[in-house]
């Protein structure tokens, strides 16, 4: 007998699949956040020891001796201690990624919601570990990015993986840890479309198969913290989940205003209500290319519960590169998020001034160039182009959803060039729903106006579309 394998058999199959793994996850032994107290006489029913061993024949009523009766074995039960209720199932301690995956306060949208960490590390219990910590996550995807339809990458299929290891170490007074974030990034094909006005956009399209995120060394202890090295930039906050290594899913001020990592030293001070933080950076990311140095701060308050949160952030830097490359980047801000129940409200507003410090021409760009001709000359020496901008996001947690829907704005000063001077509209939809434990379903939808854009690239679309699923340890 042949078998004949269409569309029909391979989506049976598949269904019969999905329902085989969720039979076994289901089967798994719960965690302890979900082991439920039970009656105390169920616990010992189900032992499978006897509370004593009853005699196969009476004794005798005279009083005789029974020379063939065994005396009981009486096995005495464990004694019950206060506030640790009996189960009727093996306890596991709680695992290392419950604490790193569920912290409201690293990250408010895991708010009852048992998902990912989405690569932010949590330093909120490190005064409970010794030694070292390793977590990460691991995802696949589809993306068809319409923006950058001119490209020939706009729709492919990828993969990415977060690898967070991480080492902790206490004394009397202090915590030392080593911190590391690693993006492992799947690369383009080496075949790209390449003419001579895709040249200067080509850097965006050359992705690293490994990204240092973060590494550094962290001091803390109390309220205060130091960091030297690679760190989280300390500018306003954001309380959305994200789907990628490259934070394409994010708001606009966020993909190009506001750098997401800065190199330097970094402090914290969090006492009582209040929230300070201060750093020193390079021009950007990485190690820099010049000598200027960029400062960076926030002062913000917060409730106990992190139900409320609000503060002002302002960076100064002159930008990346040498003499003429020199770009500026300078934006002052302020954010905030209020929470109830299972919805919160969040969003950041910013003033930027960018662009190029002298004239240059762009075209010459060889390290990746703006999509929305952000790095242009804007007509003055020093002073660059200037705008403002921001967005809203509103987000609703259940235990295995997570939904936000997101909108931004951003209008640029105009200064006589169509490509610069209209404005920026961006609307986001997302979620992840975790279907079997450890294992979610993403989707993230994104919505642009249309801008005026040089004639080779105007097949361009404001859509994108991201889904995958993603699993983490």
């Not at 991480?166 to 799947?186: D, M, Q």
């Not at 060394?217 to 130091?226: G, N």
């Not at 939809?429 to 004639?455: C, D």
Request: charged share 20%.
């Amino acid at each position: 007998m042949r078998f004949r394998f269409n569309s029909l058999t391979i989506t049976v199959c598949a269904l019969g699949l999905i329902a085989a793994v969720a039979r076994i996850c289901e089967a798994a032994p719960p965690r302890t956040s979900e082991l439920m107290p039970v009656d105390f006489m169920a616990a010992l029913e189900g032992d499978s020891r006897p509370l004593a061993l009853i005699p196969s024949a009476l004794p005798d009523p005279s009083g005789a001796p029974a020379s063939e009766v065994a005396q009981p074995e009486v096995i005495v039960p464990p004694a019950i201690v206060a506030d640790e209720p009996l189960v009727s199932g093996p306890v596991f301690a709680l695992p290392a990624w419950m604490e790193y995956h569920t912290c409201p306060k690293c990250q408010p949208w895991t708010r009852g919601y048992l998902g990912s960490n989405y690569g932010t590390i949590c330093y909120c219990n490190d005064r409970q570990i010794n030694g070292f910590v390793f977590d990460g996550l691991v995802r696949g995807f589809y993306l068809n990015d319409q923006r950058i339809e001119w490209s020939g990458m706009e729709s492919t299929f990828g993969a990415e993986a977060i690898l967070i290891p991480r080492i902790v170490y206490n004394t009397a007074n202090w915590t030392i840890a080593g911190n590391s974030v690693f993006f492992i990034n799947e690369p383009f094909d080496r075949n790209m479309y390449v003419t001579p006005e895709r040249a200067s956009y080509l850097a965006n399209f050359q992705v690293q198969p490994v990204e240092i995120w973060n590494l550094n060394i962290a001091l803390s202890r109390d309220d205060f913290r130091f960091s030297f090295g690679k760190d989280n930039t300390p500018f306003g906050r954001y309380y959305f989940p994200l789907f990628s290594n490259s934070r394409m899913d994010a708001p606009f001020i966020r993909t190009d205003v506001i750098s997401w990592v800065e190199t330097g030293a970094f402090i914290r001070w969090t006492p009582g209500i209040f929230s300070i933080d201060a750093a020193v950076v390079n021009g950007g990311s990485d190690k820099d290319t010049n000598s200027s140095k960029g400062g960076i701060g926030r002062i913000g308050i917060q409730s106990e519960d992190q139900s409320f949160v609000a503060g002002i952030s302002g960076k100064v830097s002159d930008g990346i590169g040498s003499e003429v490359q020199k770009e500026l980047a300078n934006y002052y801000g302020g954010d905030f998020m209020i929470r109830r129940g299972c919805f919160d409200l969040s969003g950041e507003a910013i003033y930027n001034q960018y662009g190029f410090r002298k004239p240059y021409n762009p075209n010459n760009i060889f390290w990746g160039r703006n999509l929305y001709y952000r790095d242009m000359f804007g007509g003055t020496v020093d002073a660059g182009m200037h705008g403002w901008g921001y967005y809203v996001n509103a987000g609703f947690t259940l235990p295995h959803l997570r939904t936000d829907i997101n909108y931004g704005e951003f209008y640029p000063s105009p200064i006589g060039n169509p490509l610069t001077d209209t404005p920026i509209r961006r609307g986001i939809v997302k979620g992840t729903w975790t279907f079997i434990p450890r294992v979610e379903q993403y989707l993230a939808l994104i919505f642009e106006n249309n801008r005026p854009v040089e004639a080779w690239r105007s097949t361009q679309k404001g859509f994108a579309i991201l889904t995958g699923l993603q699993t983490y340890f």
